[in-house]
């Protein structure tokens, strides 16, 4: 079955870079675009950025330009998300989510990686 | 690109109807009929509910419904039940070939 799963939590200082990963399993991974979403606590779900994973090819959001890569490794069905230049703000749940099935919604979500900023 | 805008709290009575709105703009939700609708219980991973505006995925009962009327999406949740009680959240695709959420709805069960 379809199960995407995440890498464990990360503390990280203010100012460094965090790479979260997003292993998929159970469908053709080069088939369906995979986003990330990030959660702060207590607040609303954001949109950061969707990857092909077939091409390679990315769009993020503005609020995120320049400080999020998306990157994909085919030969071991992961994609990757880092975010640069952490503040305090950028504490929160971070989420893959798989376009697979529909092709445009968020059917299959990965478990959640936690990521907290601490001096 | 700003959240879309949805209520922050709505009510209702066991058994009752409730919609909520998300309000966006020719851009977003007015441009496209990709339009979804996430249910997420406190703690969980958010849950696919409505897609394409308005069909249901698999598994998903029938008594939520969507729809969508100019620039403004709307989840329609009938018979209401207090498993039904969690945070929702609208989506939508974007101009930009991007997607924004919605600002979220806690639906409390009275």
């Known amino acids: 079955q379809v199960q995407l799963v995440q890498s464990g939590a990360e503390v990280k200082k203010p100012g460094a870079s965090v790479k979260v990963s997003c292993k998929i399993f159970?469908?053709?991974?080069?088939?369906?675009?995979l986003h990330w979403v990030r959660q702060a606590p207590g607040q609303g779900l954001e949109w950061m950025g969707w990857?092909?994973?077939?091409?390679?090819?990315?769009n993020y959001a503005q609020k995120f330009q320049g400080r999020v890569t998306l990157t994909r490794d085919t030969s071991i069905t992961t994609v990757y998300m880092e975010l640069s230049r952490l503040g305090s703000d950028d504490g929160a749940v971070y989420y893959c989510?798989?376009?697979?099935?529909?092709?445009?919604?968020?059917?299959?979500w990965g478990q959640g990686t936690l990521v907290t900023v601490s001096s | 690109q700003s959240a879309l805008t949805q209520p922050a709290s709505v009510s209702g009575s066991p058994g009752q109807s409730i919609t909520i709105s998300c309000s966006g703009t020719?851009?977003?939700?007015?441009?496209?009929?990709?339009v979804s609708w996430y249910q997420q219980h406190p703690g969980k991973v958010p849950k696919l509910m409505i897609y394409?505006?308005?069909k249901r995925p698999s598994g998903v009962s029938n008594r939520f419904s969507g729809s969508k009327s100019g620039y403004t999406a709307s989840l329609t949740i009938s018979g209401l039940l207090a498993e039904d009680e969690a945070d929702y959240y609208c989506?939508?695709?974007?101009?930009?070939?991007?997607?924004?959420f919605g600002t979220g709805t806690k639906v409390t069960v009275l």
């Open positions: 394409n505006v308005n």
């Open positions: 989510a798989s376009v697979y099935n529909t092709g445009w919604d968020f059917e299959y």
């Open positions: 020719s851009s977003d939700v007015g441009g496209y009929n990709y």
């Open positions: 990857i092909n994973p077939d091409s390679g090819g990315t």
């Open positions: 989506t939508s695709y974007t101009s930009s070939s991007t997607y924004v």
């Open positions: 159970g469908y053709t991974f080069t088939d369906y675009y």
